[in-house]
């Protein structure tokens, strides 16, 4: 895609594609169906794992050396404290919505 579009579209084509799964999502919740949950949270999975890698190009195109291995450093510690406060959010949200 690097010939075709420049970072910055790249970028937004993966943002409005992870806002689309999402949605899927959201319609498989809505009306109950698993299976159409499942393939919006597959498809959004993919383009979650694109807007990383446009991430991670900025990233090195913006830093270098030392800079860089902070940033690198900084986005695996607020993903991963993001995960952990997104399986604690999901226990309550169930135990309030699903009862």
């Known amino acids: ?6 970072g910055r579209s790249e970028l ?3 943002q409005v594609t992870g806002f689309s799964n999402q ?6 919740a809505t009306v109950k169906q698993i299976w159409l949950m499942d393939l919006g949270r597959f ?4 383009g979650g794992e694109s807007i990383t890698v446009a991430q ?3 990233a090195v195109l913006w830093f270098k050396g030392k800079e860089l ?7 695996l510690s607020i993903g991963t404290i993001v995960r952990f ?3 604690r959010a999901s226990d309550i949200v169930i135990a309030i919505f699903l009862p």
């Not at 895609?1 to 420049?6: A, I, L, T």
């Not at 949605?23 to 498989?28: C, E, I, S």
């Not at 498809?43 to 993919?46: Q, R």
């Not at 291995?69 to 986005?75: K, T």
């Open 1 to 6: 895609m690097d010939s075709s579009f420049n």
């Open 12 to 14: 937004f084509l993966f």
């Open 23 to 28: 949605t899927v999502v959201f319609a498989g």
């Open 43 to 46: 498809l959004f999975g993919i």
């Open 56 to 58: 991670n190009t900025y």
């Open 69 to 75: 291995n902070f940033v690198f450093g900084l986005q």
């Open 85 to 87: 406060w997104h399986l």
